[in-house]
């Protein structure tokens, strides 16, 4: 007689699941890696969807199945950065602040060269004009991914008021921290540089979270 039981998943399945998240979590940074090293070699508007695709070893139709075009995958690049801050930010205390703990996940990140992805994409989108639709798109995923940590923190009875300007004041530090990294240092992405940097987004949420009253500090 037949199991009736089909809601469990056999540990084979699950295991095979876990593999194609894995693959497709390679297959979409391989695809952005293949963006930035174009974009590196040939400029802005110097390659295709097909010229990504070709560099990453997939097929245009694989590239349309993880982004919507150039500019997208190029954006995803903040997304390492933004992944590795909000796995410190969900480690904190439930009972923390929100931006204190925003403020100490940003700390709490050892190696400098977790920025670098998003701090090259800052960089050469402020050589370039034709990459601001680039760099729009990447701070609208942040701005997104901020509300939705934000409110997984405080229920979904949180005021999306609260929830959407928290977010954007936070988006708005990191551009002012970006800015003035990018005049002090220019496109040095060496670790100390971008300890700098780091350092520059930990004080402007520092200064955020205690409403600009106070110098805020490591």
């Not at 990504?52 to 390492?80: K, M, P, Q």
């Not at 950065?81 to 940003?106: H, I, M, T």
Request: hydrophobic share 45%; proline share 4%.
């Amino acid at each position: 007689m037949p199991s009736t039981d089909t809601a469990k998943t056999s540990p084979d399945t699950a295991k095979a699941e876990s593999r194609r998240e894995l693959n497709k979590a390679a297959t979409r940074r391989a695809i952005a890696d293949a963006a930035l090293v174009l974009l590196r070699s040939r400029g802005a508007g110097g390659f295709t969807v097909e010229d990504i695709a070709a560099e990453a070893g997939v097929s245009r139709r694989t590239f349309f199945n993880y982004f919507t075009g150039v500019d997208a995958a190029l954006a995803s690049l903040a997304d390492r950065f933004l992944d590795n801050v909000l796995e410190q930010f969900r480690l904190r205390p439930a009972d923390e602040p929100v931006l204190e703990s925003a403020r100490v996940a940003l700390l709490e990140l050892a190696d400098p060269m977790t920025a670098a992805p998003i701090a090259e994409l800052f960089s050469l989108t402020n050589s370039s004009q034709a990459l601001g639709r680039c760099e729009l798109e990447a701070w609208e995923h942040c701005t997104e991914q901020i509300i939705a940590a934000a409110r997984e923190r405080l229920g979904e009875g949180a005021n999306e008021l609260a929830l959407r300007a928290m977010a954007g004041s936070i988006i708005a530090c990191g551009k002012a921290a970006m800015g003035v990294w990018f005049e002090e240092r220019g496109a040095d992405l060496s670790p100390d540089s971008l300890a700098v940097f780091r350092q520059h987004l930990v004080t402007a949420v520092g200064l955020l979270a205690t409403g600009f009253n106070a110098p805020a500090t490591a």
